[in-house]
């Protein structure tokens, strides 16, 4: 199944390229590379998730990281919704 990241989450991947360059510079390769497991998890076994309890929308940690993917399964795709920084506020969240 094909994982396509919807705008926001495009902004929210940027940010957190940014965090690591800057804040965590060494872990910053480990996590592009958990990054792409999760795709490929999710493009695999897309119903892995934790259900949110909003609409159709679901969860998934990226693993060594504190950002989770928040994610929706369209018949042929995976359509990450947020990059989503755990260590927010969750009142804030938004899809």
Known sequence: MEVVYLP???ADLRWMRRYYVSIFPQGAKRAREQVVATERLLSGNPHVG????I???REFPIRRTPFTFIYRIRSERVEILRVWDQ???PGRFSV
Do not use: C
């Open 8 to 10: 926001q989450a495009v």
């Open 50 to 53: 934790e259900m949110l309890g």
């Open 87 to 89: 260590r927010g506020d």
């Open 55 to 57: 609409a159709d929308v």
